[in-house]
């Protein structure tokens, strides 16, 4: 059953899915092999369809380059890294939680651990803001910041730091949310909003939530009222057959509507967050789940249309954020209520993603804002399947 965060209940802690059983002896085999009795065999079969060897081989390899990556003071950002470590640090130690990985256990334990330290050492103590003098990531950073500490304490309820930390990085969330609903750049500019800065603190908020902190329902509904009239109408046809999709607007306070395949996915994970999953939610007059439906068909349909872009090397919005659109993509996807769009779409971006690893260092270089930014989003994706972070549990 599909958790609803709308109703804004405080809801039950992660438990880490690595832990291992006590009679690993006792467990139930499929193919010959043991397997965990918690999971459903639906889970593992649609696992199956898209966790091929060539995908493992790319995530160790991916994986160990991504710990190379990572400096002595638990931060990752090289040459080219635009200034971004918060949000890159965030994102790497997210990719090794996705492997298996946790600050306690797995291979990239101490990286974990090392990354969450360098986060909290950028934490203001005052007002809970995690930056930094010379960090461009501003509420990205943050945002991805918060969503690492609510993973880590899902598994950890009992560590008062993260706690601590928590709180304070969802209160600073709260405050800075605009009069429209969404969030701009900087938690203390009220005055601009942006939907790529409004998923990562919805993201954050529900993942903290989830985690068993106190997010005010006010909020939740504030958002929701802003996606909602971000959505503009897009129809488009398949096979004869028109349909009504949506994609929504960069920002409400410009109005601009670049129809940007990021941008719809990022709106998408927005309102997983807000708990709409299905065609026909509704929340007081907002029939929220008719954009839900038409902005996931959107990206369905589209998929072939944003790659055929990328590859032509057009300087469109989205395809500029390649990774981070796909991000958000494949989450979207993963989430649908019809396998159809997972099995679609996650065998196409695997194939590109693939294609596009170094071959020499196995990671990946081709992004904007350097290695470990295009490598951490990269395993990010190719990992949705293993549902191992909390973020991708269905």
Known sequence: MRRVFIAAAVLASFISATVAQDNP???PKEDGKAVDPGEAPAIRTLSKKHITPELKTAVEGGLKRLSALQDASGKFADRNGGGIAIAVTALS?????????TAEKGPYSANVANA??????????????????????????????????????GSQPNNKELKNALNKAVQIIQKGQTGLGGWGYIPDDLTWDEGSTTVCCLQALRAAS????????????????????????????????ELKGY????????????????LCGAAICCMNAL??????????EHDVGKVYKGGLDWLR???????????QGQGALDVGHFHYAHFYAAQAMWNAPDEVYFDEYFPKIREVLLEDQDATNKGWTSGSYGEAYSTA????????????LPLYAK
């Not at 997010?215 to 096979?239: C, G, M, N, W």
């Not at 409400?252 to 395949?261: A, I, T, V």
């Open 93 to 101: 130690a997210l990719a090794f939680m996705a492997g298996g990985s």
């Open 301 to 311: 349909y589209k998929l072939d249309d944003f790659h055929a872009r990328k590859r």
């Open 210 to 241: 989830d985690a068993g902190i106190v997010v005010e329902k006010k909020y939740i509904q504030k958002a929701i009222d802003y996606l909602y009239k971000s959505a503009d109408v897009r129809p488009f046809t398949v096979d004869g057959v």
């Open 25 to 27: 002896a006792e467990k």
């Open 247 to 262: 994609t929504f607007k960069y920002s409400q306070s410009s109005n601009w509507n670049p129809d940007s395949y990021a």
């Open 116 to 153: 969450i330290k360098y986060l909290l050492s950028c934490q203001d103590p005052n007002t809970g803001y995690i930056t930094g003098s010379n960090d461009g990531s501003r509420i990205h950073g943050h945002g991805y910041a918060t969503l690492l500490l609510a993973m880590a304490y």
């Open 275 to 284: 708990g709409v999953y299905a065609e026909g939610a509704t929340w007081k």
């Open 377 to 388: 989003y990269t395993l990010l994706i190719l990992q949705v399947p293993y549902q191992l």
